[in-house]
């Protein structure tokens, strides 16, 4: 027979009482001796017992399960944040459920109100389309349903975002002391963390040329044939955003003769190690593992304080680093200009 709360109270000689509220971690269990409470864990170690969650969540109005959206599992960088969200969530002695959206805009917001649905206590969102102009968006914000934001910004709800403002400046000023007069920065309009307004600003306040390429596609990633026509014009420093589109700019350097650009990646701690390369000047790396476990702290807070101020931002500084300070090892990075030896 199932053991139930009655038959582990009975076994443990104390109330029902007792072991419902150590159980369910009330606040009045404080009140119970250390000497009840073992007597209590060696009855439910005993008869095995194993808590019903669902009637506990039905009892609270929480389940103690949060949710996240994400694109596909297939894709690396997507399968990192699942990961990093899931063993963060369970430090929180929260349940992760994922539902993922399948590269479909449509299907964003649905898997808000999926994951909603299912009883989910909040939710970490990472697109863009999530608008005031939703009906999702006045259903979330009229019901102060917790919800946070990362890589996204938002005037109403709480978000995270990378900064490279400072790691940007750094990474121009270094290329400038190394004598070049201009940057091709790879790297798409972004409304949110505005990496090509901060790249362009820097640039001016250098006092660098700067051009700007724009991806041709909405998954900020470029055609090889843009990337291809960037080599054949021997542009001689690139500022490059994702380890994606570096790879991809690699292979297309490889294809040229005598041809030796510099390479700046901008890339996060959730990304795979970059391929060797003596291409590299340096690294601007953001900390999107930090800024995921802050964003499941701050909604585990609006969960379970949901009168706090929701409208809260918090940016995590990217660094820029050169080679040798750089935690992955590279091939042979020496190179006539590297900025490993400034």
């Known amino acids: 027979m199932k053991p139930t709360l009655k038959s582990v109270a009975e076994e443990a000689g104390v109330s029902k009482t007792a072991v419902s509220l150590y159980l369910n971690q009330h606040p009045l269990a404080v009140r119970i001796p250390d000497s009840t409470k073992k007597k209590i864990d060696d009855a439910v170690k005993k008869l095995n017992y194993k808590a019903n969650f669902t009637a506990r969540a039905l009892n609270r109005g929480k389940t103690h399960t949060i949710g996240l959206v994400v694109a596909d599992l297939k894709i690396e960088r997507q399968a990192s944040i699942a990961s990093e969200m899931m063993f963060k969530a369970e430090s929180l002695n929260r349940f992760l459920l994922v539902s993922a959206t399948r590269f479909s805009q ?12 299912r009883q989910v206590d909040g939710i970490i969102f990472q697109f863009g389309s999530l608008k005031p102009d939703t009906d999702v968006y006045k259903q979330i914000t009229d019901e102060k349903y917790p919800i946070v934001l990362v890589f996204h910004r938002d005037s109403q709800l709480p978000h995270l975002l990378n900064d490279i403002n400072a790691a940007c400046r750094s990474a121009v000023e270094q290329i400038k002391k190394c004598g070049y007069s201009e940057i091709c920065g790879i790297m798409a309009a972004d409304p949110h963390e505005k990496r090509d307004e ?3 600003n820097a640039c001016k306040e250098a006092e660098i040329k700067a051009s700007l390429i724009n991806a041709d596609n909405e998954d900020f990633s470029y055609s090889d044939k843009i990337l291809d026509r960037l080599c054949t014009e021997r542009r001689q420093v690139f500022i490059v955003h ?3 589109n570096t790879v ?10 005598d041809y030796s650009p510099l390479i700046i990646p901008i890339v996060d701690n959730l990304t795979p190690e970059l391929p060797s ?14 800024l995921l476990q802050k964003a499941a702290e701050k ?22 680093m050169t080679l040798q ?13 590297s900025l490993k030896y400034l």
């Open 106 to 117: 449509e299907r964003e917001l649905e898997c808000i109100m999926d994951l909603k649905n």
């Open 299 to 320: 909604l585990v807070a609006l969960v379970d304080n949901p009168d706090q101020i929701q409208n809260q931002t918090e940016n995590f500084p990217a660094e820029f």
């Open 198 to 200: 901060i790249f362009l």
């Open 248 to 257: 991809r700019l690699l292979d297309i350097i490889a294809q040229h003769k």
């Open 277 to 290: 390369s003596e291409l590299y000047g340096g690294i601007i790396q953001c900390r999107s593992k930090e």
């Open 325 to 337: 300070d750089y935690r992955f090892q590279f091939v042979n990075p020496a190179r006539g200009k």
């Open 242 to 244: 994702s380890a994606y």
